[in-house]
């Protein structure tokens, strides 16, 4: 039986390269867009994009257990939920936040149902963010305006000139596959963007017209996070996880999902979540893109009783589920496989 050999990775870029990239991405695309079928279907069958009354009802019940940052070495990988897809991260000495999103109110998008995780002024010096599409519950104006304008920011093809608009100095725009590396206390951290099942606009006329993905973060000393970004489930979990072995943790998306008939090219289920952590081959699960921003029809709690029942039926460890609430935080400290938890969900 012959393997097939892994896909060597790519030599890192220059940060802060200027590039030119084509004016579209929609061959980028796994499945077909919404269109306006798929709405008029939505109201035919009597069918909705939030969660009804009774399932609203569930919002005070929403983990919610702020606490301290961790205390994290240059060699330890750190994680904190702050809600949605942002969290902040340690990892290599760097402080990272994903897709950050502090603000209560965001464009097309109810206000958010929990408060953020974790205070502005309680974070460290941020050394860098990534972004993983320019949709407006991952790209947040307000949330980047607040950061100082060195700050190194990793972004999807086709986005740079967007964040270089808002003054940023450091913009460095990767494809799919392609990597740029930031030096660490403890030396240089590795971004990789990777694909995704998902899709990018952020007005009427720029569909698809920046790429959209997640990133994997490779510290000095070979330790690997995977953050999904947006994204449904399908072959792109099992490409990456063949390129980059031994992942530690997946920040994966377990919300926003029903109608499963619209919108499951582009959110993954619970249980899809934890069949695509196993196709990464990656250990540790953290759940994310629920109990915040109420976007589609699943009552708020589900997405939490569904993956933990997923996990549990895939024989999975219940410690390597890292089902943090809002505000949570872990650490997996490199080298001796131990896992701290300053906070753990209900």
Known sequence: MTTRARPPLSEPRPLGELRSWPGSFTDRLTSPLPGIADFVRLALRGERLRPSAEGRAQIPDLPFQPGPLPEAGPADLALTWVGH??????????????????????????????????????????????????????????????????????????????VRGRGFERVTELDWWEAAELIGEAGPVRFDFVPSHHWSRRGLTDTCRSLWG?????????????????????????????????????????????????????????????????????????????????????????????????????????????????GGSRVHRSGDGRDGSPTASP
């Open 85 to 162: 897809a942002s969290y902040v991260l340690r990892i290599g000495g760097l402080t990272v936040l994903t897709d950050p999103v502090w603000s209560r109110r965001i464009v097309g998008t109810p206000d958010r149902v929990t408060p953020v995780g974790v205070a502005w002024e309680d974070l460290p010096p941020v050394d860098a963010v990534v972004i993983s599409h320019n949709h407006y519950d991952h790209l947040d104006a307000a949330t980047l305006d607040r950061l100082p304008r060195d700050t190194p920011v990793f972004v999807p093809a086709g986005l740079a000139r967007w």
């Open 214 to 326: 997640g990133w994997v973060l490779t510290a000095p000393d070979g330790g690997r996070l995977y953050f999904a970004g947006d994204t449904g489930y399908g072959h792109w979990f099992g490409e990456i996880g063949a390129r980059y072995p031994g992942i530690d943790v997946a920040l994966l998306p377990i919300g926003a999902y029903e109608p499963r008939w619209m919108l499951s090219p582009v959110h993954t289920s619970p249980e899809e979540a934890v069949r695509a952590c196993a196709d990464l081959g990656a250990r540790i699960m953290s759940p994310m893109h629920w109990a915040t921003f109420l976007l589609s029809a699943e009552p708020p709690l589900e997405p939490l009783h569904r993956v933990r029942a997923a996990w549990a039926a895939a024989g999975r460890p219940a410690e390597d589920l890292w089902d943090l609430p809002v």
